[in-house]
Every structure is written in C-alpha cells, then in structure tokens.
C-alpha cells in the first residue's frame, strides 16, 4: 500500500492496493464479516486460489481500520447464530471510493495490456 503522508487521504494516495487489502474489501463491500468470514469469503470467490492466512488478515485489519477503510461494527446477528468474542467489520464510505478506484486502475492496466496484444480481447 502506498504511504499516505496527508491527514485526509484520497483514494488515489492509497494505490495500488495490496492484493490482500482489495480481497478483503471486496468481502465486506456487501455484508459485514468476522475475521474468520473473511477468510471464507476470500477463498470461495477465488475458487481457492487466494488463502489469507490470519496474519495476514489481521494485520491488514487494523491497517485498513487505521485508513478508514473498514470500521468494527457494533451490529450483531441473533446470539445463537454468534460468537461473543468474533469482531464484525464493515466497509466504510471511504472504503468504497478506495476498491472502487482501484478496481478502475486494474481495468485501465487491463485495457492497456489489450492493446499491446498481452490480454485476451473480450468476446
């Protein structure tokens, strides 16, 4: 992740995203998770091929929480279908102006690799 050196961050300072970093946002960007969710999540969208270990999420958690990028959430679902200890997160406002301008610099990247013949072409 790029290094922010302003007390208000665009999204743009923040790219290009770690690939963990976007996986996790993309988890969040429609319900909110526990850690172990996320990993699941993760794992399901991409057929298996990206495993967070929970280092990897943990740390990248309270990096994204300190970027206002996600925030812990205070809603939880019914006791019997919860686990007191688990920590629920939620993408933020600014969360989502991040994973959605990263996702445009993917595009563009994609876009770019079209034309030099390095991608496939749509169909």
Same mark, same amino acid.
């Given at each position: 992740?790029?290094?922010?050196?302003?007390d208000?961050?665009?999204p743009?300072?923040? $790219?290009? %995203?770690?690939?963990a !970093?976007?996986?996790?946002?993309? @988890?969040?960007? =429609?319900?909110? #998770?526990?850690? &172990?969710?996320?990993?699941?999540?993760?794992?399901?969208?991409?057929?298996?091929?990206?495993?967070?270990?929970?280092?990897?999420?943990?740390r990248?958690?309270?990096?994204?929480v300190e $970027?206002? %990028?996600?925030?812990? !959430?205070?809603?939880?679902?019914? @006791?019997?279908? =919860?686990d007191? #200890?688990r920590? &629920?997160y939620r993408?933020?406002?600014?969360?989502r102006?991040?994973?959605?301008?990263?996702?445009?610099?993917?595009?563009?990247?994609?876009?770019?690799?079209?034309?030099c013949?390095?991608?496939?072409?749509?169909?």
């Amino acid at each position: 992740m790029a290094t922010v050196t302003t007390d208000d961050p665009t999204p743009e300072t923040l $790219l290009p %995203l770690p690939p963990a !970093t976007l996986h996790i946002l993309l @988890a969040v960007a =429609d319900v909110d #998770r526990h850690g &172990y969710a996320i990993i699941q999540e993760v794992a399901a969208r991409t057929g298996g091929e990206v495993r967070l270990s929970a280092g990897t999420l943990y740390r990248s958690i309270q990096r994204m929480v300190e $970027l206002d %990028l996600i925030e812990e !959430t205070d809603q939880r679902p019914a @006791a019997g279908d =919860d686990d007191e #200890r688990r920590r &629920y997160y939620r993408i933020t406002p600014f969360g989502r102006d991040v994973a959605c301008a990263e996702v445009e610099r993917l595009q563009s990247l994609v876009n770019l690799a079209r034309t030099c013949g390095l991608a496939p072409r749509r169909v």
